[in-house]
């Protein structure tokens, strides 16, 4: 805020906030608001920016505290009613966050950043709650209505067709799955070719790779800066394009990504773990730096799971990529075994294929386990990404994925407890996969 409306003794402190808020330092900065909102009870504004800065600490019970006080000020409030959404979804309340995002729709303007923002924002509280097709519709519909037009409809039957990915590596990995239902239709129409996959080139051979299982895979080939998305449908929008409303069905493994070059180990050893305990790096950017802190494991309670698992009998190997590779390093994990590398998502599919269990974080990892239908173990914080729902140990997504939560907000330890309980089981004990 600029400090309009408030007295010239205000001044000071909102550029030291501004500071803290530039310097990543969410809570000194939450201070100097929840001060000067005690000095001027009337002004909602200073509620708000004390919950924006408290939920970007990572403490979303405070946040709702400070954004409802603020609306009990100002109903109209648009910062504190998305403030007290992205609330109520981190303290895995989707119902009460679906009722808030739902009113502040016809709100704002389709076309605006606060209006594209909310519409994402819903469409990932309705995966929450498994309302898959209102959320695969919403999603499709984010650059028609940013462009200020309405949705038109996608012909799948088109001689040639382009889809592009868009966001992490993750959600690449996640929605590739929808190539399945698209090309049994085209198939049915006897349509054998013309479908073009554009991706990022660290996943180009992954894909390549692991859908030549297909009848008629795709052309997959390297997206460049330079590629236009206009005549591109990207794969957030391909299921909802599809009209879907569940997931596709999948072979009982739930695999949509396999290749006979991602060949398993032998019998006959330990026990071999390949372990991710960081979310890929966040940059600079507020929200991506709190995600990756919420998700990655201290150091502290990595050297535990580490420890633990050794004195289990298993083999614990460093699958972590990126800036923190150095983590397990530090700890001495295992490097990969002869010939295995991590350049690449398929490489790092076929050291996947090579063990018998793979323990990640919520991280791109996650998706290709699940996606190559391999037995994986996730740790995931107490407010998960509403993919993984917001309870209980499976996924709709993936079916052979173990999901291990916080049984309360920050509590790694009780996560891994859980864990090494199930490790430790006498059908861990014979050395089986899990």
């Known amino acids: 805020m600029d400090g309009a409306g408030l007295d010239h003794s205000c001044y000071e402190p909102l550029q030291q906030a501004h500071q803290h808020q530039a310097a990543g330092d969410w809570l000194s900065a939450a201070a100097i608001y929840a001060e000067l909102a005690c000095r001027h009870p009337?002004?909602?504004?200073?509620?708000a920016n004390q919950g924006n800065a408290l939920w970007l600490a990572d403490l979303p019970a405070a946040a709702r505290l400070a954004y409802s006080r603020a609306?009990?000020?100002?109903?109209?409030?648009l910062v504190s009613r998305r403030g007290l959404a992205s609330c109520l979804r981190?303290?895995?309340?989707?119902?009460?966050?679906?009722?808030v995002h739902r009113l502040l729709e016809p709100i704002f303007q389709h076309r605006s950043e606060e209006g594209q923002a909310n519409l994402w924002a819903h469409s990932q509280v309705l995966i929450g709650l498994e309302r898959f097709g209102e959320a695969f519709t919403r999603m499709a519909s984010r650059r028609a209505w940013a462009a200020g037009r309405m949705p038109s409809p996608w012909n799948a039957l088109a001689a040639q067709i382009t889809l592009v990915t868009e966001q992490g590596f993750g959600d690449s990995l996640q929605f590739v799955r929808f190539l399945l239902p698209l090309l049994r239709r085209r198939e049915a129409a006897g349509l054998r070719n013309g479908v073009r996959l554009r991706v990022e080139p660290a996943l180009v051979d992954c894909f390549r790779e692991g859908l030549s299982w297909l009848e008629t895979p795709p052309q997959v080939d390297p997206m460049s800066p330079d590629d236009s998305m206009q005549d591109a449908l990207t794969l957030l929008e391909l299921p909802g394009a599809l009209g879907l409303q569940q997931l596709p069905q999948i072979r009982g493994d739930g695999a949509y990504l396999s290749?006979?070059?991602w060949v398993g180990?032998?019998?006959?050893?330990?026990?071999?773990?390949?372990l991710v305990s960081a979310a890929g790096h966040p940059g600079a950017d507020p929200f991506c730096i709190r995600e990756f802190h919420k998700r990655t494991l201290p150091m502290a309670i990595l050297w535990r799971?580490?420890?633990?698992?050794?004195?289990?009998?298993?083999?614990?190997?460093?699958?972590?990529?990126?800036?923190?590779?150095?983590?397990?390093?530090?700890?001495?994990?295992?490097?990969?075994?002869s010939g295995a590398g991590l350049d690449g998502f398929a490489a790092t599919a076929r050291a996947v294929a090579q063990l018998d269990l793979v323990i990640s974080v919520d991280t791109a990892m996650a998706h290709l386990m699940g996606a190559m239908g391999r037995f994986g173990w996730v740790l995931l914080p107490w407010s998960a990404d509403p993919r993984w729902l917001s309870a209980g140990p499976l996924s709709p997504w993936y079916p052979r994925l173990r999901l291990f939560r916080q049984p309360r907000p920050g509590d790694w330890h009780g996560a891994v407890d859980q864990l090494l309980d199930t490790f430790k089981s006498d059908h861990f004990a014979a050395g089986k996969a899990p």
């Open 305 to 337: 799971l580490v420890d633990a698992l050794r004195q289990s009998g298993a083999q614990v190997y460093d699958l972590q990529f990126g800036a923190d590779a150095c983590r397990h390093r530090a700890l001495g994990l295992s490097p990969l075994p």
């Open 71 to 77: 609306l009990a000020l100002n109903p109209q409030c």
């Open 265 to 274: 180990g032998g019998a006959g050893r330990p026990l071999q773990v390949g």
């Open 259 to 261: 290749s006979p070059l």
């Open 90 to 99: 981190d303290l895995n309340c989707f119902d009460q966050a679906l009722e």
């Open 42 to 47: 009337d002004d909602h504004r200073l509620l």
